[in-house]
């Protein structure tokens, strides 16, 4: 018995290489194009690939107190610059004794944010009441302060990794119920309903998002009342949810045109109300159909962040910029390396949004399957 299974597996080590040959020819080498777009891929990867590997990772300086360990003539990446600013790099110019507040803050949002992506998780309604009403109320106590034992801590020192998420999170939660409520009035049977949510839209739309961050800034507070003033931070997170929020209706007005109208015909005569019918029979079908759309909104918005240096506000890569004039650090690679790390660390959260996006598009088309 045990010749006869050696026998039968035989066979499968060549079976293997045949299919993997005819994949690349089936995939890579179709066609003379095909062909041609392959070679030209590989020599593009191979000019690009293996000098990044090496200043990044085989040429670079790990280790080191200042400068002078990165100033070698064929020295590569300074990592040495990251460590020593990645303080500035997480939170900017917060102060140094109530940073303990900000690691409060992310672990807390690590922990409520974890169980809610996990669908086999337990109590999801206790733990999304935290995530979109309790964690908001804790996070801008913590850190706005003013309270008895947290001294105030005003958002100009606010910087980094900090203010990116900040800026990036409220735009990816108040824009997608928002665009949800623009994309079903835009598709009202009342005029004036359908007339605001166009209107609204399509001037949001029409303006670049460094407009309306400049407008929020800079003119905004012209036309405030005098004495009213209103933080610089908040004026670009409602401008950057506003902003988020008219692309987000469009792609969620696209997965409702792709339902029947017979599904929501089918739901009123079952006796439910145009919000239930909503709720419950159509909104569900339409988001999931556009799952992509609605993922490469919220990547866009969060590499978007990046806009509100314009108006003195320093996000990740704003402070990588701004570390790049200490003295103490000034060496030839220290931009390439700065501006390194501020790609990775955005690439982790874009391809770590991209790939939930594809385990949630799997899970929910599985049923549908055949």
């Known amino acids: 018995m045990t010749d006869m299974a050696s026998q039968i597996q035989k066979p499968r080590e060549p079976l293997s290489i045949g299919r993997?040959?005819?994949?690349?020819?089936?995939?890579?080498?179709?066609?003379?194009?095909?062909?041609?777009?392959?070679?030209?891929?590989l020599y593009v990867i191979w000019l690009v690939v293996p000098p990044l590997i090496d200043f990044a990772i085989i040429d670079a300086v790990w280790t080191g107190?200042?400068?002078?360990?990165?100033?070698?003539?064929?020295a590569g990446a300074c990592w040495p610059f990251v460590w020593a600013n990645i303080d500035q790099f997480l939170y900017g110019r917060y102060p140094s004794s109530e940073v303990w507040r900000v690691y409060v803050v992310f672990a807390l949002g690590a922990i409520g944010l974890v169980p809610a992506l996990i669908p086999a998780a337990p109590a999801k309604r206790f733990n999304l009441i935290f995530l979109l009403v309790a964690y908001p109320v804790i996070a801008v106590t913590l850190l706005a302060g003013g309270r008895p034992g947290l001294p105030a801590v005003d958002t100009s020192y606010w910087g980094g990794l900090l203010v990116t998420l900040v800026v990036a999170v409220t735009g990816i939660v108040i824009s997608l119920p928002l665009g949800i409520v623009l994309a079903l009035g835009r598709r009202s049977s009342m005029p004036a309903i359908r007339l605001v949510s166009i209107v609204f839209i399509e001037f949001w739309r029409g303006v670049p998002l460094v407009t309306v961050l400049f407008m929020a800034s800079v003119m905004l507070p012209l036309f405030l009342p005098e004495g009213v003033s209103l933080d610089n931070l908040l004026r670009c997170l409602v401008g950057v949810a506003l902003f988020a929020s008219a692309y987000m209706a469009e792609v969620v007005r696209g997965g409702l045109q792709a339902i029947p109208r017979g599904q929501y015909e089918a739901a009123r005569a079952g006796g439910l109300s145009y919000w239930q019918a909503m709720g419950l029979v159509v909104l569900p079908q339409a988001l999931r159909h556009v799952i992509p759309g609605i993922v490469n909104t919220f990547i866009g918005l969060f590499k978007d962040t990046t806009l509100v240096l314009i108006v003195g506000i320093f996000d990740l890569?704003?402070?990588?910029?701004s570390q790049l004039s200490d003295p103490n650090w000034s060496v030839p690679q220290g931009a390439i390396t700065g501006y390194l790390f501020a790609a990775l660390v955005f690439w982790v959260f874009c391809f770590g949004m991209a790939r939930y996006s594809a385990y949630m598009e799997r899970r929910l088309n599985a049923g549908?399957?055949?």
């Open 368 to 370: 549908s399957r055949r």
């Open 20 to 41: 993997g040959i005819t994949w690349l020819r089936k995939n890579l080498f179709s066609s003379w194009f095909n062909t041609a777009l392959t070679l030209l891929s």
């Open 65 to 74: 107190a200042s400068r002078e360990a990165c100033l070698g003539p064929d």
């Open 317 to 321: 890569l704003g402070q990588v910029r």
